[in-house]
Nanobody
Framework: QVQLVESGGGLVQAGGSLRLSCAAS????????MGWFRQAPGKEREFVAA????????YYASSVKGRFTISRDNAKNMVSLQMNSLKPEDTAVYYC????????????????????WGQGTQVTVSS
């Protein structure tokens, strides 16, 4: 069982930066793939970024590649999402999620593969 708590959301102007953090409980955190997803009003939840258990492999949606960076610190049970050059279309509720069986690359992109979810944190980018 893993519990996830996100923080770091807020209101920022276009071109600005935010850093989201996700604190995880549970001794098995270091063995899980971790991901960030987002959901904007009236839209389906979409993949943003993911990282494998060791932090050695990362995956990004094309819309955020080059602007967002995912990282993890297994000693602190933390995963972070550094978001730079933010755009109004990045406005959404951002969710941290844990994937216990992230063996195949495609599993990182599929929200159905994630068993544990945080409550979400709102990110609003003004133009």
């Amino acid at each position: 069982q893993v519990q996830l708590v996100e923080s770091g959301g807020g209101l920022v102007q276009a071109g600005g930066s935010l850093r989201l953090s996700c604190a995880a409980s549970g001794r098995t955190f270091s063995s899980y793939g971790m991901g960030w997803f987002r959901q904007a009003p009236g839209k389906e939840r979409e993949f943003v970024a993911a990282i494998n258990w060791s932090g050695g492999s990362t995956y990004y949606a094309s819309s955020v590649k080059g602007r967002f960076t995912i990282s993890r610190d297994n000693a602190k049970n933390m995963v972070s999402l550094q978001m730079n050059s933010l755009k109004p279309e990045d406005t959404a509720v951002y969710y941290c999620a844990a994937n216990p069986y992230a063996y195949a690359i495609r599993s990182y992109y599929d929200d159905n593969e994630y068993d544990y979810w945080g409550q979400g944190t709102q990110v609003t980018v003004s133009s």
